[in-house]
Nanobody, 117 residues
Framework: QVQLVESGGGLVQAGGSLRLSCAASARIFSINVMGWYRQGPGKQRELVAAVTSSGSTNYADSVKGRFTVSRDNAKNTVYLQMNSLKPEDTAVYYC???????????WGQGTQVTVSS
C-alpha cells in the first residue's frame, strides 16, 4: 500500500510563501495525476492544482499566477509552491495521486496552511 507523506505547511503572513512537498512511499508505475486539494473551514474539499505524468498542469482559478505545481518522478514527489498567499488560502492541504487505470486515489494525511492578515 502506497503512503503519501506531506510536509511544508505552517503559519505565514499574507503575501508570504510556502512550499508543500508530498512523497510517495513507493514508485507508482501506472499513468497517474499528482496534485493538491484543500479544505477550508466550513468548505468542501476542492482541487488546487494537479500535474500529469507528462507534465501538463491544471489550476483552480483562485490560485492561477500564484501557485506552481511540479513533480519529480524519480523521487515520487509532488510539490506545491505557494506565493502571494492570502488569508482565504487558509485550509488543510491534501496531497493526492490519482491512478487512471484502474481508477484509484491515494491521499495524504493533510497539512495545515494558515495565512494571517
Amino acid at each position: 500500500q502506497v503512503q503519501l507523506v506531506e510536509s511544508g505547511g505552517g503559519l505565514v503572513q499574507a503575501g508570504g510563501s510556502l512550499r508543500l512537498s508530498c512523497a510517495a512511499s513507493a514508485r507508482i508505475f501506472s499513468i497517474n495525476v499528482m496534485g493538491w486539494y484543500r479544505q477550508g473551514p466550513g468548505k468542501q474539499r476542492e482541487l488546487v492544482a494537479a500535474v500529469t505524468s507528462s507534465g501538463s498542469t491544471n489550476y483552480a482559478d483562485s490560485v492561477k499566477g500564484r501557485f506552481t505545481v511540479s513533480r519529480d518522478n524519480a523521487k515520487n514527489t509532488v510539490y506545491l509552491q505557494m506565493n502571494s498567499l492570502k488569508p482565504e488560502d487558509t485550509a488543510v492541504y491534501y496531497c493526492n495521486i490519482h491512478l487512471v487505470t484502474p481508477p484509484y486515489d491515494y491521499w495524504g494525511q493533510g497539512t495545515q496552511v494558515t495565512v494571517s492578515s
